[in-house]
Structure formats: structure tokens, C-alpha cells
């Protein structure tokens, strides 16, 4: 069984910079995309920065400029370099990742932006 688990979350203030991590766990072959989410208080989830297998990323409107997400395949290990945070980029971060069209989630971390 697949299992994703975050971490480099933290409080941070405005304009500091925080990277997450994400790792894989369990046999893995291949995966079709890994992707961080966030969610604030009382908001929907929403796509922050995604990777396909070929290596193309997309990123929110919100946090471009500012954050990098990348891989490490033999590590089965995504990565999101947050940059220039702001207030509103606070939230509980989640990893998602599709392998042969399953898609499996990770518990979250909280990253924190102070003004």
C-alpha cells in the first residue's frame, strides 16, 4: 500500500521562505503526476503546483514567481520551494500523487505565514 507522508511545514513570516517535502513509500513503478494542495480555515482545497511524468509543471495564478515544485524518482520524492510568502499563503498543505490512476494523499502539514 501506498503511503505519502509531508513534512517542512512551520511558522514562517512574511517574505521568508519554507520547502515541504513529500515522500512515497511502498513499490512504486511509475506515477502519472505528483501535486501539493492546500486548504485554509473554512476555504475548498486547491491546486498549489503539479508535476507530470514528463517533467512539465503548472502552477496556481497565486504562487507563480514565488514557488518550485520538483522530483527526485529514485527517492519517489516531490518537493515544493515556497518563496516570498505571504499571510495568505497559509494553510495545511497536502501531497497528492496518481499512480496508474489511483490517487493517494498524504496527512498534511501546516505552514504558518505571520505578517
Known amino acids: 500500500q501506498v503511503q505519502l507522508v509531508e513534512s517542512g511545514g512551520g511558522l514562517v513570516q512574511a517574505g521568508g521562505s519554507l520547502r515541504l517535502s513529500c515522500a512515497a513509500s511502498?513499490?512504486?513503478?511509475?506515477?502519472?503526476?505528483m501535486a501539493w494542495y492546500r486548504q485554509a480555515p473554512g476555504q475548498q482545497r486547491e491546486l498549489v503546483a503539479g508535476?507530470?511524468?514528463?517533467?512539465?509543471?503548472n502552477y496556481a495564478d497565486s504562487v507563480k514567481g514565488r514557488f518550485t515544485i520538483s522530483r527526485a524518482n529514485v527517492k519517489n520524492t516531490v518537493y515544493l520551494q515556497m518563496n516570498s510568502l505571504k499571510p495568505e499563503d497559509t494553510g495545511v498543505y497536502y501531497c497528492?500523487?496518481?499512480?496508474?490512476?489511483?490517487?493517494?494523499w498524504g496527512q498534511g502539514t501546516q505552514a504558518t505565514v505571520s505578517s
Open positions: 497528492n500523487v496518481v499512480i496508474v490512476g489511483t490517487g493517494y
Open positions: 511502498g513499490t512504486i513503478f511509475s506515477f502519472n503526476s
Open positions: 508535476i507530470i511524468s514528463s517533467g512539465s509543471t
